[in-house]
């Protein structure tokens, strides 16, 4: 912010300086063309006046040329010109005054005052040396001189006041006196955080305040001295009573500008306090220790958490250098970071890691993560440093790891045993409905038709038990070898379609996808099975004598696809939305539709494998929705 303020400033001040150049250039070309109108009588009759000398339009032309190239460029040889132009003054100027106070002759003419030689001379002195940082001083009181005097010689034509401009010597033109002034304040904003300029160019309060108080203090001192000047002359007060006035009008306005200035001084304080007091209290109160330094890196404030985490007294850091709080690992890079850091002003961060460790002061080590963080203060800039004990995290840091360990463990061993236990289960199964059909082929005569009945009931609860026990290792095998591929989900959609097609024509259903639904990446054979078991629970558990209408649509959703599956069946209670998802939960307990109570399960799983969650919403005899998101994986 302070860099694109600075960069407008330069902005406004060349266009300030390219606009008050023109206008001294385009009146001094019009002085010389007037004047050699006049010489070779092209022009009779003087309509505007020939205020300014010729030989100081010249000047002031030289003079422009050369503050433009000052302002312009920055090249030696844009320089080396610019002294050149100036010097060329100062030599025409010199031998002028020279001219006024002594007895040299020369053969040329010259028109201009001694005011103006002189003021001549000591704008080309500082032109020619406004570059130099050593001398910048001297030559801002160079254009300091002569802003002071054009501006009494301006004054003076302006009220009439003949001694003003005169000065005891030939007077100078009101003109001459502009151009000058143009000059000489053009010329100071080259070095502008000096003299008076700094005074009125400066972003702290005192120098806007000072830009305030002078602006109506000049419009007040010119006002009331214009008043006073004509009571005078046309005889309104006598003297006596025109002083008095004039001191208790001084005093009055004086003493409504001390009272609404210190109003506001008294105002930006209270605030200003207020804002330190505020600040104060929140890295005394901030729950990590927090240190603010100088430049030098000299400690000048540290919070209680800072003395508690390091052990230290009150006032013992105070004056103490930054580095004895900073990791030794550190010590060589943080300065390095600190010098970059003052030009950039940009935060800094540490990232901890198991080798960045602080000292006590009892020696002992823990882990931090630095923070720098630049405070910017009308007496400069200051750093901030945060620091946070990472203890605590490195400890929970810690117990997840181990807890991550044993989970991962668990999840093995439960893996093991479900494809064990499914596999010696199928085992028995398999000799059982072995044995049935044993019976009923070498003991078909003997058996009756009731036996018959009971041998069909346990060859259908053996089946039974087969499908649960591969249900269970399917489901335990989910997601297991799984690898994210650029998806299709339009393909996708269609090929299970395709699969379903004789159901979907023996139902009579009608599928559709409102919007193309989007390619992504993601787990191709579980996504798969995830839009094949819900449309597939649509088309199943539809209402007798109505068609399903199954509708798919998806929408993104910052990061993730949200897709909803709306169907016209038969509808879930809403007691039962939840538990549908869960492993072996059936709803419909006669036996009417086929399935064990798996499907949704699967779909539960394959969701949240893709980082998403899934639901329903439902009302029985009006169809259901399911929806589910996917988070938007990159490649």
Not at 204 to 214: H, V
Not at 262 to 281: D, G, Q, V, W
Not at 537 to 547: M, Q, S, T, V
């Amino acid at each position: 912010m302070l860099t694109y303020m600075m960069v407008y400033f330069r902005r406004k001040y060349k266009t300030a300086t390219l606009f008050a150049v023109s206008l001294i250039i385009t009146y001094s070309v019009y002085v010389l063309l007037y004047s050699i109108g006049l010489h070779r009588g092209i022009i009779d009759v003087r309509i505007l006046g020939n205020s300014v000398g010729t030989d100081s339009a010249y000047c002031f032309i030289l003079m422009s040329l050369s503050l433009l190239l000052l302002v312009l460029y920055n090249g030696k040889r844009s320089h080396l010109l610019s002294r050149l132009f100036a010097f060329s003054v100062f030599s025409w100027s010199l031998i002028a005054l020279a001219r006024n106070f002594t007895l040299l002759q020369v053969p040329f003419g010259f028109g201009m005052s001694p005011i103006t030689s002189f003021c001549f001379i000591l704008l080309s002195v500082a032109f020619f040396f406004v570059k130099i940082k050593k001398l910048r001083y001297v030559t801002q009181g160079l254009l300091h001189c002569v802003t002071l005097i054009t501006s009494v010689v301006l004054i003076g034509h302006l009220l009439n006041i003949p001694e003003f401009y005169r000065m005891s010597f030939i007077p100078m033109a009101m003109y001459s006196a502009i151009g000058f002034l143009m000059l000489s304040i053009s010329a100071s904003f080259i070095n502008r955080t000096i003299g008076i300029t700094g005074l009125f160019t400066g972003k702290l309060m005192g120098n806007i305040m000072a830009r305030r108080l002078f602006l109506k203090l000049l419009v007040a001192v010119l006002a009331i001295g214009y008043l006073r000047l004509m009571s005078h002359r046309r005889g309104w007060l006598s003297p006596e009573l025109g002083i008095a006035c004039i001191t208790l009008a001084f005093l009055v306005i004086s003493l409504l500008l001390i009272w609404k200035t210190s109003s506001r001084l008294n105002t930006i304080h209270l605030k200003k306090k207020m804002a330190e007091e505020n600040f104060r209290t929140a890295v005394a109160v901030a729950p990590y220790a927090l240190v603010i330094s100088d430049i030098a890196g000299t400690i000048i404030m540290a919070n209680k958490q800072t003395k508690a985490l390091y052990g230290y007294k009150k006032g013992q850091l105070i004056g103490k250098n930054v580095k004895m709080l900073i990791p030794e690992k550190l010590h060589e890079d943080y300065y390095k970071v600190r010098k970059n850091f003052f030009a950039s002003s940009s935060v800094v961060k540490f990232d901890g890691d198991d080798e960045l460790f602080a000292k006590r002061k009892d020696n002992t080590e823990f882990p931090v993560e630095l923070i720098l963080t630049p405070v910017n203060t009308s007496t400069g800039t200051f750093v901030l440093a945060t620091i946070i004990d990472l203890t605590a995290q490195k400890h929970h840091e810690e117990i997840i790891a181990k807890q991550v360990t044993q989970l991962q463990s668990k999840n093995l061993e439960l893996e093991q045993f479900n494809y064990i236990s499914s596999h010696d289960l199928q085992e028995p199964l398999r000799t059982l409905g072995n044995y049935i059909n044993l019976l009923e082929e070498d003991y078909s005569d003997h058996i009756n038709e009731e036996m018959k009945m009971h041998l069909q009931a346990m060859g259908s609860s053996i089946g039974r038990m087969s499908c649960v026990v591969r249900s269970l290792l399917e489901f335990g095998k989910l997601g297991k070898n799984k690898k994210l591929a650029l998806t299709n989900c339009n393909t996708i959609v269609a090929n299970v379609v395709a699969d379903l097609g004789s159901l979907v024509k023996r139902t009579g259903a009608s599928i559709t996808t409102e919007i193309e639904l989007p390619e992504f990446y993601a787990y191709e054979t579980e996504l798969r099975q995830l839009f094949q078991n819900l449309i597939n629970n649509a088309l199943k558990f539809n209402r007798d004598g109505i068609a399903p209408n199954i509708k798919i649509t998806c929408k993104n959703k910052k990061g993730f696809y949200k897709f909803a599956i709306e169907d016209n069946g038969m509808g879930i209670h809403p007691g039962h939305c939840e538990k549908i998802f869960h492993i072996f939960h059936r709803l419909d307990n006669n036996n009417k539709y086929e399935g064990h109570g798996i499907g949704l399960a699967n779909c539960k799983k394959i969701v949240e494998m893709h980082g998403g969650q899934i639901w329903v919403e439902s009302e029985p005899g009006r169809g259901s929705t399911f929806k589910f998101t996917i988070i938007n994986f990159k490649a």
